[in-house]
Nanobody
């Protein structure tokens, strides 16, 4: 069983930056593909970025390319989402997802483990 805990959300002005962290429990973290998704009120869950177990960034959501980056530290069982040049449209609850496969995909049904989410609010 894998547990994921997100942190780092908060309120930021447009143009600002935040770094989200997703800490994972479990022995097999380094074998899991990981991803960040987000969900704004009244909208469907949206893929943001994915990263493979070995650290290859496999996918970008169209709305964040060039502004957000994903990375992982397998020694710390943690995945990060660096968000720069934030816009009000980035306001959402951000979720971390994991495994069980080593690749990553934008399809949320491919992930077995989910965190509880962290709120990001960008003011104009």
């Amino acid at each position: 069983q894998v547990q994921l805990v997100e942190s780092g959300g908060g309120l930021v002005q447009a143009g600002g930056s935040l770094r989200l962290s997703c800490a994972a429990s479990g022995r097999f973290f380094s074998t899991y593909g990981m991803a960040w998704f987000r969900q704004a009120p009244g909208k469907e869950r949206e893929f943001v970025l994915g990263i493979t177990g070995s650290g290859g960034v496999s996918d970008y959501g169209d709305s964040v390319q060039g502004r957000f980056t994903i990375s992982r530290d397998n020694a710390k069982n943690t995945v990060y989402l660096q968000m720069n040049s934030l816009k009000p449209d980035d306001t959402a609850v951000y979720y971390c997802a994991a495994g069980p496969y080593s690749g990553s995909t934008s399809n949320p049904t491919s992930y077995s483990y989910w965190g509880q989410g962290t709120q990001v609010t960008v003011s104009s």
